[in-house]
């Protein structure tokens, strides 16, 4: 197998594994006490791990790192909610609260071009005016506009960007500094979702050469999971104490307090733990710190000099093939992720979902396609106009998800050989010339989008499997690289051997067959 999923998540890594399993485990109890051996030693590694991060991201003092839900999707909430910018909605649906605020003392927030959607549906079911600022000549935000945005908006009592360091679809990169700065001279908040940059190195709140004054971050929000080492972590917020603010925790709870009686409480003075009600994700934390400290030791530098290798081999070997579309300007800074559209017959497409499995199917190939939870993003880089988005928004809903658009995304990893990243490359190319040889192979689902072989079983290990003493014990093979030219001739000699299908396209639906842009011989539904 080749993972080359690593944007949406990392992998696990046996040596962290091993020592949460050898030393952390026997170990564990909960927090908020440090009486007992146990609490103190795990307490003490979980407050460890808290350092490690915000070390690693260039904090200070004045850093707050709060483990806070699922990736940077719960980090942003956090602070949406420490920041007292949500109502909720069924008291907004009730009494419509947040119409109250006069629109001259409503909030603003600039969201850029290229936003997951973890960093653009929050906001807009915010109380805030959402102002979403264009690309620029370098694909990233255009300063201009945001600066005229910010002068337009300047009598707003709270002024807030938020946006990607890096595009999770393309891997475009924001100058995070050089908009930090233009920011604070609006006194205006600077805020990062570094979900898709931060596994590649490079995040800085407080910049110590910057080339221009005022570029710390105010806040940024990480996804651990996408680290090497990382599933199964917590999401982090790391902000500045000076944002911590709120009277009342934005989750009241254990943990949160110093004093409790029958009529009143205090909330404790440490914003942190007043910011992580409950019991936490104890081993989570401490595995977020692992995955962040043996990035450190690997070297940020190393990990961008080490992808941007690979990057350039793909980019200039992609670019020359007539079936590909790169998405994205190549000539941008961006990390090592690219996101390409594989054409088919005249002015039709592969699937992204066909392709993707056919990489799973012949080559091993771990990648993924769809939207990448980018959907505006996606509308600009799919030339998909207002009308058409419509029609496409109205199949979708009566139940056809598989006219969605989208495309195949990959990630060249530092942890990568020369070998496997030579072999992704061809891989891409040969499916890019043979694949709609294999369609007839397939059927698809209009409704999810899926793509399954006639001769899949279906077959899954499942959890009860670990309580049936009959389940069958399947170890995990690993294969070297050795393999690799072995399992490209198999492909080759099956692309070779293929029945090409009738090419009578397949019917679904009116709607869906008139917006379909892929191509769909009608076996396919069969």
């Not at 679809?169 to 100058?175: E, K, M, P, Q």
């Not at 090497?228 to 949160?256: E, F, I, K, M, W």
């Not at 989008?449 to 959890?463: F, I, S």
Request: proline content about 6%; aromatic content about 8%.
């Amino acid at each position: 197998m080749v993972y080359a999923d690593y944007t949406a998540s990392g992998r696990a890594v046996g040596f962290i594994e091993d020592f949460i399993r050898e030393r952390v485990l026997p170990w564990y109890a909960n927090t908020h006490n440090d009486s007992s051996a146990t609490a103190a030693r795990i307490t003490g590694w979980r407050e460890e791990a808290r350092r490690t991060i915000r070390d690693a991201i260039g904090g200070d003092e004045d850093t707050v790192v709060i483990f806070t839900g699922s990736g940077s999707t719960g980090a942003i909430a956090k602070l949406i909610d420490i920041l007292g910018l949500r109502v909720p909605a069924v008291l907004q649906d009730r009494y419509r609260l947040a119409d109250a605020i006069p629109a001259h003392e409503r909030p603003v927030v600039f969201l850029g071009p290229f936003e997951h959607h973890s960093n653009e549906l929050p906001w807009r079911e915010s109380v805030c005016d959402v102002v979403t600022i264009p690309e620029g000549a370098d694909g990233g935000v255009s300063r201009p506009a945001l600066r005229e945005a910010l002068i337009r908006y300047a009598r707003r009592p709270l002024k807030i960007g938020s946006f990607s360091a890096a595009s999770n679809v393309t891997g475009i990169r924001a100058d995070t500094d050089a908009i930090s700065a233009l920011l604070h001279r609006h006194d205006a908040l600077a805020l990062w979702d570094c979900a898709a940059a931060a596994p590649h190195g490079g995040v800085t709140m407080n910049p110590v050469a910057a080339a221009e004054p005022h570029s710390h971050k105010d806040a940024v929000f990480l996804s651990p999971h996408k680290f090497v080492g990382g599933p199964g972590t917590p999401g982090v917020l790391a902000v500045r104490r000076d944002l911590l603010r709120n009277r009342v925790p934005s989750t009241p709870g254990g943990g949160t307090v110093t004093y409790v009686s029958s009529a009143v409480h205090h909330y404790l003075p440490d914003a942190a733990h007043r910011e992580e009600g409950g019991t936490p994700a104890i081993v989570e934390s401490i595995r977020a710190g692992l995955a962040f400290g043996l990035q450190q030791a690997v070297g940020a530098r190393t990990v961008h000099e080490r992808e941007q290798s690979f990057l350039r081999r793909a980019l200039a070997s992609w670019s020359t093939d007539p079936n590909l579309e790169i998405l994205g300007d190549t000539g941008a800074d961006r990390l090592a992720i690219v996101s390409l559209v594989f054409r088919g017959s005249g002015e039709r497409q592969l699937h992204h979902n066909y392709v993707v499995k056919l990489l799973n199917d012949l080559y091993g190939i771990q990648a993924r396609g769809g939207c990448s939870c980018a959907g505006p993003y996606g509308h600009r880089l799919l030339h998909i106009d207002e009308t058409r988005s419509r029609l496409l928004q109205r199949e979708i809903l009566t139940g056809r998800a598989g006219i969605r658009p989208g495309w195949v995304r990959l990630s060249l990893h530092y942890t990568m050989s020369d070998e496997v990243v030579d072999y992704l490359v061809e891989a891409v190319h040969r499916v890019a010339a043979d694949g709609w040889k294999l369609l007839g192979d397939y059927r698809f689902d209009p409704a999810s989008g899926a793509w399954r072989h006639r001769r899949e079983t279906g077959l899954r290990t499942t959890l009860a499997d670990l309580w049936d003493p009959a389940a069958p014990r399947l170890p995990a093979a690993e294969a070297g690289v050795d393999v690799l030219p072995r399992q490209l001739a198999e492909a080759a000699r099956i692309f070779a051997a293929a029945k090409v299908a009738d090419p009578e396209p397949g019917r679904v639906a009116d709607g869906f067959d008139e917006l379909r842009w892929f191509d769909l011989p009608a076996g396919c539904l069969r």
